[in-house]
T-cell receptor, first 115, second 112 residues
Framework: EAGVVQSPRYKIIEKKQPVAFWCNPI?????LYWYRQNLGQGPELLIR????????DSQLPKDRFSAERLKGVDSTLKIQPAELGDSAVYLC?????????????FGPGTRLTVT | SQQGEEDPQALSIQEGENATMNCSYK?????LQWYRQNSGRGLVHLIL?????REKHSGRLRVTLDTSKKSSSLLITASRAADTASYFC????????????FGPGTSLSVIP
């Protein structure tokens, strides 16, 4: 079974440019997460989807970040415009929520460098 | 802000020794999970312990949970060089939708 797929794996952009990340979760997983992980720190949740609905986006900087999950499958995370402080690894994870909490399966991440 | 804190931040041991990492959290939880992250890769789920459990085993892993102290520990026995990674605890709380918060992690180095 294929795992969570993310692309691109690496992205280098100049500040003020837009950037987008794509995630394809494990087939059948209804919950999808986007995390940001800074060097030496744990992942920080940006947004969580239950099917197509964003149920937790309290940590998403909405002035520059946006996300969508069309048809409850693939998802994209966009930053526009990017700032130097956005340099981080962006992780996508998915899970099948059949209880109060479920194991999350992570993708390899996209390493973003903003210069 | 992150709910959990792990200690130590970094740990270096010889192959064959046991490694213990601790995690503390602030609010009542539904469960606590431990994840491993190898350099440059995504996180891999190791083990989940529910709030009504006190100890759980999986292979060379042993996790304990003390809800009165709001803390958990992960013990890796007979460590191997391949165990070198960062280890994160993730606490889950909430009712309708569980909110999972990761700690800052412990970096483990196992020296061959």
């Amino acid at each position: 079974e294929a795992g969570v797929v993310q692309s691109p794996r690496y992205k280098i952009i100049e500040k003020k440019q837009p950037v987008a990340f794509w995630c394809n979760p494990i087939s059948g997983h209804n919950t999808l997460y986007w995390y940001r992980q800074n060097l030496g720190q744990g992942p920080e949740l940006l947004i969580r989807y239950e099917n197509e609905e964003a149920v937790d986006d309290s940590q998403l900087p909405k002035d520059r970040f946006s996300a969508e999950r069309l048809k409850g499958v693939d998802s994209t995370l966009k930053i526009q415009p990017a700032e130097l402080g956005d340099s981080a690894v962006y992780l996508c994870a998915s899970s099948f929520r059949n209880s109060l909490s479920a194991e999350q399966y992570f993708g390899p991440g996209t390493r973003l460098t903003v210069t | 802000s992150q709910q959990g804190e792990e200690d130590p931040q970094a740990l270096s041991i010889q192959e064959g020794e046991n490694a213990t990492m601790n995690c503390s959290y602030k609010t009542s939880i539904n469960n606590l999970q431990w994840y491993r992250q190898n350099s440059g890769r995504g996180l891999v789920h190791l083990i989940l312990i529910r709030s009504n459990e006190r100890e759980k085993h999986s292979g060379r892993l042993r996790v304990t949970l003390d809800t009165s102290k709001k803390s958990s520990s992960l013990l890796i026995t007979a460590s191997r060089a391949a165990d070198t990674a960062s280890y994160f605890c993730a606490s889950s709380s909430g009712t309708s939708y569980d909110k999972v918060i990761f700690g800052p992690g412990t970096s483990l180095s196992v020296i061959p």
